[in-house]
């Protein structure tokens, strides 16, 4: 099997993620408010979580209220919505800041920042939220930076969906060989047993004739 297909489209995927995290950092400005008001959900997905929310049914599938004293600001999710980052469970009180929105093309751009160094005092995993207006794309593509504003590389979810396409591939591949083999032992057995089931046509062909001569004398 030709792998040479799956290896050009990893590559491609790897150059494609690394020209977008250039592209992205290039755009308009696109204004947005900070909303600090919530708690992570303790049974909310590990891993970092990058998120559009469109309705509170989405928000409350991650987040909860988080006790602030006062009134909290409402969210109407006809006119806004809410990009958020919540960081991994192992650093969950690394602090994470939104860094810039901006906007490229119909998508926007959301570029945040996590500092496992500088914690802070919740019990909760951190996370960041904007509030943006319906006006903008609800496509949001997440860049993470680093804090001197370089692009923190990441492996693409398709990458590692493409490596293990191509690890079952080559299992597979060997599996099929295997049955190939078996077939061609197969073959050459039934090729076999047809030449000598021919000879014995042959044989008998011959007795008939003789048969028939004895006949007609």
Do not use: W
């Not at 995290?21 to 755009?27: H, I, L, P």
């Not at 998508?107 to 319906?134: E, G, W």
């Not at 050459?188 to 011959?206: F, G, M, S, T």
């Amino acid at each position: 099997m030709d792998y040479k297909p799956l290896l050009a489209m990893l590559f491609f995927l790897l150059l494609s993620c690394f020209a977008s995290n250039v592209v992205a950092q290039s755009g308009d400005d696109v204004s947005y408010e900070d909303y600090p008001y919530f708690s992570t959900l303790k049974d909310a997905k590990d891993g970092t979580l990058t998120l559009v929310i469109k309705s509170k049914k989405d928000l409350e599938r991650v987040f909860s209220p988080s006790g602030f004293i006062g009134p909290m600001p409402t969210i109407d999710f006809d006119k806004s919505f809410i990009i958020a980052v919540v960081v991994p469970k192992n650093i969950a009180q690394a602090t994470v800041e939104p860094v810039s929105l901006k906007r490229n093309g119909d998508r926007l751009v959301f570029s945040y920042s996590i500092n496992p160094a500088k914690k802070t005092n919740d019990s909760h995993r951190s996370y960041a939220a904007i509030i943006v207006d319906r006006s903008q794309p609800m496509k949001v593509n997440f860049q993470e930076v680093s804090h001197g504003g370089g692009v923190v590389q990441k492996m693409p979810s398709d990458v590692k969906a493409l490596r293990q396409q191509v690890e079952y591939l080559t299992t597979e591949n060997e599996e099929l060989k295997k049955g190939v083999q078996q077939l061609q032992d197969e073959i050459q057995k039934l090729e076999a047993e047809r030449l000598y089931y021919l000879n014995k046509i042959q044989d008998l062909n011959k007795h008939v004739e003789q048969l028939k001569k004895l006949l007609r004398k």
